[in-house]
């Protein structure tokens, strides 16, 4: 499975941005789409999700402030950030879970400058 992701950048507080990702061609049934996000000397955490059944979930952090929305037939997720704020700067992965295992994207910075 490859994931290619597009978006990222340098973005002032306050600001937004939004992240795309898609899946290869021949991925079928995924079960869950996401983003997740690493800071430097952090470990990889959940930003978002969403299930085949349409379950969300989202860190505490971003509630009300990032949405994922995700077309399971295009295979596509997108992660819209709004009111960014420099805590979120870090490197976002998408992420695919299909057939009981997860796939990652390469990952795309976002900087958040105060």
């Known amino acids: 499975v490859q994931l290619q992701a597009s978006g990222g950048g340098l973005v002032q507080a306050g600001g937004y941005l939004r992240l795309s990702c898609a899946a290869s061609d021949s991925v079928f049934s995924i079960s869950a789409m996401g983003w997740y996000r690493q800071a430097p000397g952090k470990e990889r955490e959940l930003v978002g999700s969403i299930s085949s059944r349409g379950r969300t979930n989202y860190a505490d952090a971003v509630k009300g402030r990032f949405t994922v929305s995700t077309d399971f037939a295009k295979r596509r997720v997108s992660l819209q950030m709004n009111d960014l704020k420099p805590e979120d700067t870090a490197a976002y992965y998408c992420?695919?879970?299909?057939?009981?295992?997860?796939?990652w994207g390469q990952g795309t910075q976002v900087t958040v400058s105060s």
């Open positions: 992420n695919v879970v299909y057939l009981g295992n997860d796939y």
